[in-house]
Each structure stands twice: as C-alpha cells, then as structure tokens.
C-alpha cells in the first residue's frame, strides 16, 4: 500500500473515528418526528459492553499477528512502514478528506454516494475478510487435502527490459477465503446489516494493525499527538464530523443495536465506534509488542501495559459521554492512556532511553542488507 493509498483508505475511517454513539442529547435516536425510543440500562450496557469487546479483538490478534508480519518476505504480507513524516502530515491530508467528504454529502445526492461507496468498500471489505481468515483456514483443513499453489504474475516489456508490475501468489485454501469472504459480501451489499457491517468492520481493523506499522515510539508519538488535535477539532469546533458519521454508509465503524433485547436482529438504535479509534491506537500498541519481543524477555510488559490503557481510556470515553449527554472524541481520552502509561512504565524500570531509541527496519531494507553482507562475503 503506497502512501496515498494509506491516507484515502484511513482518512474516510477518520470520518467516524471520534463517534462513539450517533445519539441525540437524551442519549436515544429518533424513531419518528413525536416519538423517541428510549434505551434500558440494561441494553445500553450490552450495547457499550460489546463494542469494547469487538474493539480489543482486531488489537489483540492484530499486534500478534504484526509480529509475524514483521518477519514475513511474502509481498503480499509484508507490511507498510509510517515514518515521522507520514505521521505529520495524515491528521492535515485526513482533515482535507474528512471536510472533502461533507461537502460531498452537502451538494450530491447521499443514496448515489453512498451505493458508490457500498461497491467500493464491497471489494475491499472482501479481500480484507480473506486476508484475515487464511490462517485460520490454514488450521482448519487437515493435512490430507490437496492444496495447489497458483501465482497471478502481470509483467510489461520485452524479455530483457521486462518489469513486474502485479506478483501474486496464492493457493487452494485462499480461493476458500474468498468464496466465503465474497458471499459476506453480497450480504452486506444487499441487505447492508449490522453483523455483516461489523464482519467486514472487524477485518479491516485487524489488518491496519497488523500490516500498518510505525518505525518508532517517536513516530507514534507524533501521529497521536496529530490525531489527538484533529479529533477533538471537527467534534467540538464543527458538526463535520458527525454529520460524516452518520451520513456515510460504509463499514468504516462497528455498530451494536441498544435495542436488541426488545428488538432482536431486527433492532435499529445503534451505538457505534468508529474504526480510526481502534486502528490508530491499535498500530502503536503493536508496536510497543514488538518492542517488548526485540527485549528477548519472556514478559510483555509494554503491550499489556498499553492494552490496559487502552481499556481504561475508552471505558472513561463512554462515562463521560453519558454524564454529559454529547459525543465524545475517543482519541481525547485514548491518546493520553496509550502513551502515558507505556511510557510510566519506561520510567520505572529505567528503559525510557530504550524505548525511544528502538528503530524498526522494513523487511524489504533487511532483505537488501542481508543481500549485500552475502556479495561481501562472496567477493571476499
């Protein structure tokens, strides 16, 4: 994923990320122009208890699986580094998309952008689903079954001048993934449900963590620092935010109905985070389990120290949202827990140093080092 590919992927999840209940001030969504329904306390705590719950899934197994991916010289597992300067300028690129968004929403019809949206996020929803569930179709097929190795290989020029432009390999187990993925997909296309929304929510979250890595602390530093500003600007200086939120019909945001109880699968009154508020601080929780695995120590101190915060700072999201009846940008609450914590830690065990000095290096730039030590040492 290039750089502009990553601003256009994240930016419209930076629409909805600092929403964390499309409500009105009383805390309920109207059902018509006389009446409101009004939550129990029961389906509220349901509703909230399982949004936190979805939100640490894709953070967890995405940290582990970040690890790994770390390692992986399979290109298309290898993942994309943000460096400080990417860092800088995401919340100023993202804010241009995010107003871009709402004047779009503003002058053009909602139902044309939104079915043009509900095509595009279809194939990418697909093919993030399929990325997510080949290691575990990887367990499930036994040993016995016949898996063949395909390579999808597009290449431009002569024989000598000859450039790869697409190289793709893929077995048996991954079309599996993607017959399964693609019928989530027509689901989610034609009936545009909630479970199918957060399917496809879920697996793009888990894959930004996984494959979106930062280079250093530094770098993580700086782009929740960036992002912490952004959030609480088009939340409380402007309506943009929530009107984006609300208006945009994609999968960019997990949702979980306040009235399921009374209502079933068939509830309407949705309580919502948005995607950004999980990503964001789930690439810098990945990072500090790197981290903690280049100590060569059996404890994850920074990871688990930076989960807990985590914890901490969306469950102090959703008390004050409630106690004052408003929206709340997540980020306000999260980027504080998520560096203040790990960083406490540093202190007390005296590795602040460490901590910000630790530098990742691409796989590709391993590769090259690695090529070049062998040339030495065949030239010596």
């Known amino acids: 994923m290039s750089e502009a590919e990553l601003v256009q992927a994240s930016a419209p999840e930076a629409a909805a990320a600092a929403i964390l ?32 719950f979805m939100a640490l899934l894709p953070i967890f197994f995405g940290a582990l699986r970040s690890v790994t991916c770390s390692k992986s010289k399979n290109a298309s597992d290898m993942p994309e580094t943000i460096t400080s300067r990417d860092a800088a300028r995401f919340p100023i690129i993202a804010s241009c ?5 709402y004047l779009f929403f503003k002058v053009f019809s909602q139902e ?24 575990l ?6 040993h016995s079954f016949s898996n063949k190795q395909y390579q999808l290989l597009f290449t431009q020029g002569a024989e000598e001048s000859k450039e790869e432009i697409v190289n793709y390999e893929f077995d048996t187990k991954n079309l599996v993934c993607l017959v399964i993925s693609s019928l989530v997909g027509v689901w989610y296309l034609l009936k545009k449900h909630w479970i199918a929304n957060n399917v496809f929510g879920l697996a793009f979250a888990l894959n930004g963590v996984e494959l979106l890595h930062l280079n250093n602390v530094s770098t993580g530093c700086i782009l929740l620092g960036g992002l912490f500003v ?21 999968p960019i945001k997990l949702v979980f109905p306040q009235d ?25 929780i990945a990072l500090l389990l790197r981290f903690d695995v280049s100590l060569k120590r059996n404890s994850r101190t920074y990871f688990y120290s930076s989960f807990l915060a985590y914890i901490f700072g969306l469950g102090l999201t959703i008390f004050v949202m409630h106690t004052f009846k408003h929206a709340q940008p997540a980020l306000l609450y999260l980027v504080p827990a998520c560096i203040g914590f790990p960083v406490i830690v540093a202190l007390i065990r005296g590795e602040f140093t460490e901590l910000f000095s630790y530098e990742e290096t691409p796989p590709e730039d391993t590769e090259a080092k690695e090529d070049d030590s062998e040339s030495e040492k065949k030239d010596q």
């Open 137 to 142: 179709m990887s367990r499930i097929f036994p």
């Open 97 to 101: 998309t995010l107003f871009g968004l």
């Open 21 to 52: 209940n499309a409500t009105d001030s009383n805390g309920t969504e109207a059902l018509n122009a006389t009446a409101k329904f009004v939550a129990s306390p029961e389906g509220t705590a349901l509703a909230y208890g399982s949004l936190v």
């Open 112 to 135: 044309y952008i939104n079915m043009l949206l509900s095509v595009y996020f279809f194939g990418l929803g697909v093919l993030a689903l399929s990325h997510t569930m080949s290691p």
């Open 260 to 284: 399921l109880l009374e209502r079933g699968l068939d509830a309407s009154n949705f309580a919502m985070l948005g995607l950004g508020d999980i990503v964001i601080p789930g690439i810098f």
């Open 230 to 250: 952004y959030d609480v600007f088009w939340v409380f200086g402007t309506n943009v935010m929530v009107t984006v939120a609300k208006s945009f019909e994609a």
